[in-house]
Structures are given as C-alpha cells and as structure tokens.
C-alpha cells in the first residue's frame, strides 16, 4: 500500500513556473514503483502529463508539456516533483501523482495503482 501527497500548487500568471511535489508513505518501496503525473481540467477527462521510471533513467511527456516540464524523482525522500515553466493557461487543472507497479511507462491511468488527493494549478492570462 503507498500513500501519495501533493503539494505545491498554486495560482501564477501566464509565463511562471511552479514546482508540484509528491511524497510517498507506505510499507512498499517507493523506488519499485513507476511514477507520474496526470492532470484533469473541469469538464474534461483525466490526461496524462509525464511519467519517470523507478531508477529516475526513463521520462515520458505529453507533447504539449515537452520542454516545459521536467519531472524527477528523489528515492532518498520518496518524492517526485513536476517542475512547470512557462505555464500557460490551458495548463489550469488539478494535479495529480500516481504510482504504478510496473517498469514500462504508461499514459493510461488505468494502469496504475495508487493516487493521490491532488493539487489545483490555475494560471491566468
């Protein structure tokens, strides 16, 4: 069983940055799991932003974040972060971070096991 933790959220004008950080608790290895970051927009589907493989060597993104987000993980703390510039409006959304028991790297959020609360991002124009 893991439990996640957002944080770091926040409201920024268009063109700002903002770091989201998600620590993991549990009985389990945080460094077994697969982890990511998937938003949802109100009205909209659940969509996938970026995942890290558990060694930290493989990322993945959603195209439209590609060069504007890093996401990272610190296996030491239990933490992955999804650092965010040059945020655009469409960008608004809550945040969320999730672990999967796997080592492929996965957009689908049914594919992984444990989520957490999430955290609201709102940029303004």
């Known amino acids: 069983q893991v439990q996640l933790v957002e944080s770091g959220g926040g409201l920024v004008q268009a063109g700002g940055s903002l770091r989201l950080s998600c620590a993991a608790s549990g009985r389990t290895s945080f460094s077994r799991y697969t982890m990511a970051w998937f938003r949802q927009a109100p009205g909209k589907e659940r969509e996938f932003v970026a995942a890290?493989?558990?060694?930290?060597?493989?990322?993945a993104y959603k195209n439209s974040v590609k060069g504007r987000f890093t996401i990272s993980r610190d296996n030491a703390k239990n933490t992955v972060y999804l650092q965010m510039n040059s945020l655009k409006p469409e960008d608004t959304a809550v945040y969320y971070c999730?672990?999967?028991?796997?080592?492929?790297?996965?957009?689908?959020?049914?594919?992984?096991?444990?989520w957490g609360q999430g955290t609201q991002v709102t940029v303004s124009s």
């Open positions: 999730a672990a999967e028991a796997g080592v492929t790297l996965v957009a689908a959020p049914s594919a992984y096991d444990y």
């Open positions: 890290i493989s558990w060694s930290g060597g493989g990322t």
